[in-house]
């Protein structure tokens, strides 16, 4: 089993929470260090930044679930050219800290927006 940390449209209620289905949830409030930025494609990005926070929910995968979200992060091991790349991070919550696969990238395109206060589905909500 894995554990997954989810920022953006795998979150509960978002896009692709469909594609964790039978995932179960650890954590419904939880952070990483990073910075969230908007792609304008419909998905977040996160990129690492030690001085801000990124908020989302941490999962337990199995290893099918697992290579879902990888296709969904068009993430393939041992590939120069991903879309994101797949590290362990440290996720910190109010009932303690998990060390969770998480999806970033290296660094944001001149068109993202940086999204403030770090939350997807915040930031996604005050759209509509």
Not at 17 to 32: D, Y
Not at 104 to 115: A, G, L, N
Request: proline share 2%; with cysteine; glycine share 8%.
């Amino acid at each position: 089993m894995y554990l997954v940390f989810c920022y953006g449209t795998l979150r509960s209620g978002e896009s692709n929470h469909e594609v964790i289905k039978g995932a179960t949830l650890i954590e419904s409030f939880s952070w990483t260090n990073g910075q969230l930025y908007d792609t304008r494609d419909g998905y977040p990005a996160l990129i690492q930044n030690k001085d801000a926070n990124v908020y989302g929910e941490v999962y337990e995968v199995d290893a099918q679930l697992l290579e879902k979200i990888n296709l969904l992060e068009g993430y393939q091991e041992g590939r120069d050219h991903n879309l994101y790349e797949r590290v362990m991070q440290r996720i910190e919550s109010e009932q303690g800290s998990y060390e969770a696969i998480t999806y970033i990238m290296r660094k944001p395109e001149k068109r993202f927006m940086e999204i403030p206060g770090g939350d997807w589905v915040t930031y996604r909500n005050s759209k509509k």
